[in-house]
């Protein structure tokens, strides 16, 4: 079985800030992540991805993730923050190699940013 | 192109009543997931499509819920006698294909009220 841990349910920066974003997973075998950004009342729309190779992922609108396996995560992060990037931010995964992989992500519960001026 | 499209976008409806959510998803996927997002419960999976078939239903929550796919495309989320805790938004989602790191393109979703 899969899961998916965010710690903190908000996270509030000031603008020029460092964004950090934390996710924990625990899989069975090696795992696919994920990090979706959600604006209000949009659908998920995908930052960034881990399959294999570079443990160091960069994304969209200068987000990036470090796939750590000794510590079973995957935060994500990005040096300043902006204004327009409060929204809702959710880690996912999907079962890797090893077993049947049909798509399914398992998510974690989200974390708000809110970005202060 | 155009993304995954669902409807209605909102829909209110009272304690006993069915309702029939749709979704189109990126034209040439073959693969398509319905979610869940409510307050209490996160995203949640309920089902998964492979063409026509559907090979995943472990999220569906109780046997009120049922989705059926018809052409390899269009999929429609059926509640029946509606509950007050099926209240949520009703995310679409659709890939060329399962591979593990194969992206997920989400609709905008339903949101469903029972009154």
């Known amino acids: 079985a899969q899961s998916v841990t965010q710690l903190g349910s908000h996270v509030s920066v000031s603008e020029g800030a460092l964004v950090l974003l934390r996710c924990n997973y625990s899989?069975?075998?090696?795992?696919?992540l994920f990090w979706y950004v959600q604006y209000p009342n949009q659908g998920l729309q995908l930052l960034l991805k881990y399959t294999t190779g570079a443990t160091l992922v960069k994304g969209i609108n200068g987000f990036e993730a470090e796939f750590k396996k000794s510590e079973t995560s995957f935060h994500l992060t990005k040096p300043s923050a902006h204004m327009s990037d409060a929204a809702e931010y959710f880690c996912?995964?999907?079962?890797?190699?090893?077993?049947?992989?049909?798509?399914?992500?398992?998510f974690g519960q989200g974390t708000i940013l809110t970005v202060h001026p | 192109g155009a993304g995954v499209s669902q409807s209605p976008s909102n829909k209110v409806t009272e304690k006993g009543k069915d309702v029939e959510l749709r979704c189109d998803p990126i034209?040439?996927?073959?693969?398509l997931y319905w979610y869940r997002q409510s307050l209490g419960q996160g995203l949640e999976f309920l089902i998964y499509?492979?063409?026509?078939?559907?090979?995943?239903k472990s999220g569906l929550p109780s046997d009120r819920f049922s989705a059926e796919r018809t052409g390899g495309s269009v999929s429609t989320l059926t509640i029946q006698r509606t509950q007050q805790e099926d209240s949520a938004v009703y995310l679409c989602a659709s890939s060329p294909g399962t591979g593990a790191g194969v992206e997920q393109f989400f609709g905008p979703g339903t949101r469903l009220t029972v009154l």
């Open positions: 996912a995964v999907k079962r890797g190699a090893g077993g049947t992989s049909y798509g399914k992500l398992t």
């Open positions: 034209s040439g996927h073959t693969a």
């Open positions: 499509f492979q063409g026509n078939s559907a090979p995943d």
């Open positions: 899989s069975s075998v090696p795992p696919y």
